[in-house]
């Protein structure tokens, strides 16, 4: 090979660089047949091997980043070992977010390390006693390690860490994006810190990243005090790799699992996923993203009934981070061998750089919720020259006229093509750095103390906050903070000024759960036949007999065993999966911004189905007619709905800010309820508030009830609580322009004149005043769907009214549409129920008669209306014209605040309604109003 020989034309480049290596090390290349080394590689290599200087190494996933870092590293120890230049201890840190990221990196670097003579040792949850024992005795070479493991070393070893690390001379922080404005984070930046105090010198920070939006940001975490000095490597070997990509749509019937009494069947939805996912996926190496633990069971339990229907060997398996080490270990292990083809339905659990080798798919079940997470995912597939596969899978509800506004947009929908196509954009979400990390700080303070037996109040603000990663936090606060602890009993101060554990922080720090920067449920275990399973959280209501989901397998509960909190297993036909815990993603403002950017072009992606397309259609047309291309509100019943089209920060501040003022709001995804609101008192809140500066966020957070968020904010008092909070889950900055713009279109919208609301909507009068001359005909109609451009009617009811309010003469029918019936599970029409019905234009001479001279009269007349108009233009009839009257807005006249749903009004007026939802019946309850309402006048 002659690709490594120094040319001299370039001192930078892969040749050059090769040749700096350790001979050694450029051996163990030569064994792995590289051909040269990657730009990043080569860029790596002489700031590393300076040692004088943090380095962020930012590449695509499967570039090369781990041997960017380590081959320099490696490098560097092996010259300083040949001239004896190395203390003893540790030579060098690698600490990474997962065991099992861990554990790869362990067998992937074992030969090279062991190539310069290097040990390596491994600490983790699962590492057991004797591999404990030997780096203790024989601290040396790499030590991969986890924050948690490191807090247990500085907390269990107290002052002989320093011996420990004594021969630190580099760390290396993986996945360091996952832990950027995290507690996780904030709890490594102080731990290194501790490290750099413990031996007394600095050390060398390397950070590994494919998904960093801002590279100052992650200057600015990996080394606080100096991120201007961090040189940032990468760029080189970005996405440039084909992509082959498919976003599927399915419409689901709705219902929660625990609603059904047949709890091997799933709803259709997932079966039709589970089908294409065993299609397609079948024969190859694929990874399935399934969002949460509870999905990853389902639809392995779906893929394997498939697979045992069909009496082939099962190659679909659950992997996520309940599950028992060897299972996971297991799953990793079939990813890797070339002989056994093999889908992983995961979590983020392989989300991260484990190397599994390449997936031929990576599957996406429902939004991914961040654009980092979709890259990190995608990353898994399309290596060694092969195009990256994306299949997307989305399910909508069905909707009609009552279905919410957030429901008919298809939000899921369009947030998912918004992540696509930031994605292909190369734009990733900032992180919140913003907070305050008091939890942490707690954790730190404490962990302090146990490793030095007690420290002054003086030295642990210097430690941790004077010169520390807490930087942020004052002495005035930190003093505060002190006095918090010591009233909850975490602390107490001795005769001479030391801070010890208090009776309760000495059982937090003696708890296995201390180590830990975030909440850690205390768990069962599942074991079968002797085998350990996985766990799950302690909570979770089971009872014996019970079923139960796990590790893709079905299982009935034999015994629970509380004092050892064990649950025995054997197999079983049926059961659900257990419920875990977990937040869920928080959406950015760009993700939402570019959602609203969908809704008002024209551009349809290629990648959508002929489903996706129909959805994307229907949400598209849904956001024009609901009037969410003019103005960011509407009215729905008695609720007023704002659309910001902001992240999650900002919605949150919204709702602390209303629900502040006494208004009950409801956070709604995309969108914002102000339940029991009309229009012109949102003009009125909107606008006072939008016209003040905007507020200290600490005083916004006064009016949370529940502001603990983080795993120790229980021991901080209600001040530091809600500052805490507010520097987290608030954004006050951010949402002044939002709640401005909100304000100005509310009252824009609030004083249109009733000559323009008129124009919107011709067939309702909008002073609705009851006209007296009568008489009236009541409508209803029951449709396929919410478009009346695009769907049909089904069926139809019309009720007519006397002038004197008496009701009589109901009359209805059933109508073929031509199409498919739509939302049966709402309007309880099926397909074969109008196969023989007639269509539209058969009985339009019947509706003619019945409307001819008459008021019509709907409760939602705008929505029943526009369906009839477009039905007699498709027949080719002259559209019904007169005077029409809704309900529904007669309602809130005669009951201003309260429900105009016509359930509601209904039960408000004791008017006997028929069980059965039908065009009929609620044609008939929507005259017996009628009826009242004219009595009433007359």
């Known amino acids: 090979m002659t690709s490594f020989q120094p040319s001299g034309s370039n001192p930078s480049g892969p040749h050059a660089a090769f040749g700096r290596l350790h001979r050694s090390v450029q051996s163990w290349i030569w064994e792995q047949k590289w051909e040269h080394l990657r730009p990043t590689q080569a860029e790596a290599v002489d700031p590393i091997l300076r040692g004088d200087t943090d380095v962020i190494i930012s590449a695509a996933t499967a570039s090369g980043k781990t041997e960017a870092a380590w081959l320099p590293i490696l490098s560097s120890l092996a010259d300083a070992r040949d001239k004896a230049a190395l203390p003893s201890g540790v030579k060098a840190l690698y600490v990474s977010p997962l065991k099992a990221l861990i554990n790869d990196q362990y067998g992937r670097l074992e030969t090279l390390a062991s190539k310069v003579g290097m040990p390596i040792h491994r600490r983790h949850g699962d590492v057991g006693g004797s591999a404990r024992r030997a780096l203790k005795e024989s601290p040396e070479g790499l030590l991969l390690i986890t924050p948690e493991s490191l807090e247990a070393m500085f907390v269990t070893q107290g002052t002989r860490v320093s011996a420990l690390l004594n021969g630190l001379q580099y760390v290396v922080i993986d996945e360091l994006h996952s832990f950027i404005g995290t507690e996780r984070g904030a709890q490594l930046q102080s731990l290194l810190h501790r490290v750099e105090l413990?031996?007394?010198?600095?050390?060398?920070?390397?950070?590994?990243?494919?998904?960093?939006?801002?590279?100052?940001?992650?200057?600015?975490?990996?080394?606080?005090?100096?991120?201007?000095?961090?040189?940032?490597?990468?760029?080189?070997?970005?996405?440039?790799?084909?992509?082959?990509?498919?976003?599927?749509?399915?419409?689901?019937?709705?219902?929660?699992?625990?609603?059904?009494?047949?709890?091997?069947?799933?709803?259709?939805?997932?079966?039709?996923?589970?089908?294409?996912?065993?299609?397609?996926?079948?024969?190859?190496?694929?990874?399935?993203?399934?969002?949460?633990?509870?999905?990853?069971?389902?639809?392995?339990?779906?893929?394997?009934?498939?697979?045992?229907?069909?009496?082939?060997?099962?190659?679909?398996?659950?992997?996520?981070?309940?599950?028992?080490?060897?299972?996971?270990?297991?799953?990793?292990?079939?990813?890797?061998?070339?002989?056994?083809?093999?889908?992983?339905?995961?979590?983020?659990?392989?989300?991260?750089?484990?190397?599994?080798?390449?997936?031929?798919?990576?599957?996406?079940?429902?939004?991914?919720?961040?654009?980092?997470?979709?890259?990190?995912?995608?990353?898994?597939?399309?290596?060694?020259?092969?195009?990256?596969?994306?299949?997307?899978?989305?399910?909508?509800?069905?909707?009609?006229?009552?279905?919410?506004?957030?429901?008919?947009?298809?939000?899921?929908?369009?947030?998912?093509?918004?992540?696509?196509?930031?994605?292909?954009?190369?734009?990733?979400?900032?992180?919140?750095?913003?907070?305050?990390?008091?939890?942490?700080?707690?954790?730190?303070?404490?962990?302090?103390?146990?490793?030095?037996?007690?420290?002054?109040?003086?030295?642990?603000?210097?430690?941790?906050?004077?010169?520390?990663?807490?930087?942020?936090?004052?002495?005035?606060?930190?003093?505060?903070?002190?006095?918090?602890?010591?009233?909850?009993?975490?602390?107490?101060?001795?005769?001479?000024?030391?801070?010890?554990?208090?009776?309760?922080?000495?059982?937090?720090?003696?708890?296995?759960?201390?180590?830990?920067?975030?909440?850690?449920?205390?768990?069962?275990?599942?074991?079968?036949?002797?085998?350990?399973?996985?766990?799950?959280?302690?909570?979770?209501?089971?009872?014996?007999?019970?079923?139960?989901?796990?590790?893709?397998?079905?299982?009935?509960?034999?015994?629970?065993?509380?004092?050892?909190?064990?649950?025995?297993?054997?197999?079983?036909?049926?059961?659900?999966?257990?419920?875990?815990?977990?937040?869920?993603?928080?959406?950015?403002?760009?993700?939402?911004?570019?959602?609203?950017?969908?809704y008002e072009s024209s551009h349809v992606p290629v990648y959508l189905d002929s489903t996706a397309r129909t959805l994307f259609e229907e949400g598209r047309a849904a956001y024009s007619r609901l009037g969410l291309r003019k103005t960011p509100l509407l009215v729905w019943g008695d609720d007023t709905l704002l659309f910001p089209w902001a992240g999650d920060r900002i919605m949150n501040t919204l709702h602390v800010l209303l629900s502040g003022q006494k208004y009950e709001s409801t956070l709604d995804g995309a969108g914002m309820t102000l339940r029991k609101t009309s229009l012109e008192e949102a003009a009125t809140l909107l606008g006072d508030l939008a016209s003040n500066p905007p507020p200290d966020p600490s005083h916004v957070a006064r009016s949370v009830v529940v502001k603990e968020r983080d795993k120790n904010d229980v021991y901080l008092d209600d001040q530091l609580l809600t500052r805490s909070y507010a520097a987290a889950a608030l954004d006050v900055a951010g949402t002044w322009p939002a709640l401005r713009q909100l304000a100005a279109a509310t009252a824009e919208f609030a004083s249109e004149s009733e000559t323009s609301r008129r124009a919107r909507n011709p067939n309702i009068d909008p002073a609705q005043k009851l006209a007296r001359t009568g008489p009236y005909a009541v409508i209803d109609v029951e449709t396929t769907g919410f478009s009346p451009r695009r769907d049909r009617i089904v069926e139809i009811a019309i009720v007519h009214v006397s002038e004197q309010g008496t009701v009589h003469d109901v009359w209805s029918t059933l109508i073929n549409p031509e199409q498919a019936t739509g939302p049966s599970h709402i309007h309880g029409i099926t397909n074969t129920d109008v196969r023989t019905a007639p269509r539209f234009e058969d009985v339009l001479p019947a509706i003619q008669r019945q409307l001819a001279g008459r008021t019509i009269v709907a409760h939602n007349a705008t929505f029943d209306l526009g369906f009839l108009n477009s039905e007699f233009q498709r027949a080719g009839a002259t559209v019904p014209v007169g005077p029409s009257l809704c309900t529904m807005q007669l309602t809130r006249r005669y009951f201003p605040g309260q429900s105009a749903v016509l359930s509601d009004v209904c039960k408000r007026l004791d008017i006997k309604t028929g069980e059965a939802h039908t065009a009929a019946s609620d044609a008939l309850a929507a005259a017996r109003i009628l009826s009242l309402y004219v009595m009433a006048e007359v």
Not at 358 to 374: E, F, M, N, R, Y
Not at 564 to 588: R, W
């Open 198 to 598: 413990t031996i007394r010198r600095t050390v060398p920070r390397i950070g590994l990243s494919a998904t960093l939006s801002n590279p100052s940001i992650a200057a600015r975490f990996l080394r606080p005090d100096k991120e201007d000095s961090v040189q940032v490597i990468g760029g080189h070997d970005d996405d440039t790799a084909e992509l082959r990509m498919q976003l599927r749509g399915y419409i689901t019937s709705g219902g929660s699992l625990s609603d059904r009494e047949d709890h091997t069947d799933f709803a259709p939805d997932k079966q039709a996923i589970a089908d294409h996912l065993f299609r397609n996926l079948r024969g190859q190496d694929n990874l399935v993203f399934a969002n949460s633990r509870a999905n990853v069971e389902i639809y392995a339990d779906l893929l394997k009934g498939i697979s045992d229907r069909a009496r082939l060997g099962n190659e679909f398996f659950p992997h996520h981070g309940n599950l028992s080490k060897e299972f996971r270990e297991d799953v990793e292990s079939r990813l890797r061998s070339s002989g056994t083809p093999t889908t992983a339905v995961c979590t983020s659990t392989l989300e991260m750089g484990i190397d599994i080798g390449s997936a031929d798919t990576v599957a996406q079940i429902g939004a991914p919720g961040s654009v980092s997470a979709l890259r990190q995912r995608l990353g898994r597939s399309g290596r060694r020259g092969k195009p990256a596969t994306l299949r997307l899978y989305v399910s909508e509800r069905p909707v009609d006229h009552r279905t919410p506004p957030v429901d008919q947009l298809r939000a899921e929908l369009f947030e998912a093509i918004a992540t696509v196509e930031l994605l292909l954009e190369k734009w990733y979400e900032p992180p919140n750095t913003d907070g305050l990390h008091l939890s942490t700080l707690i954790q730190q303070t404490l962990s302090v103390i146990a490793q030095h037996g007690g420290a002054t109040a003086a030295e642990l603000y210097s430690a941790l906050c004077k010169a520390g990663p807490f930087s942020h936090v004052d002495q005035p606060m930190f003093i505060q903070l002190l006095r918090s602890l010591g009233t909850k009993d975490i602390i107490m101060q001795s005769s001479e000024g030391i801070l010890l554990p208090g009776a309760k922080g000495e059982r937090l720090i003696n708890h296995y759960s201390f180590y830990s920067a975030f909440h850690t449920a205390e768990e069962y275990r599942l074991v079968s036949s002797g085998r350990t399973l996985g766990s799950i959280p302690i909570d979770q209501p089971l009872v014996e007999g019970g079923l139960l989901i796990f590790a893709g397998r079905r299982w009935r509960i034999l015994d629970v065993d509380t004092a050892a909190k064990v649950i025995n297993l054997t197999k079983a036909g049926g059961g659900l999966p257990p419920s875990f815990s977990g937040s869920g993603i928080e959406i950015s403002d760009g993700i939402r911004q570019r959602m609203k950017q969908l």
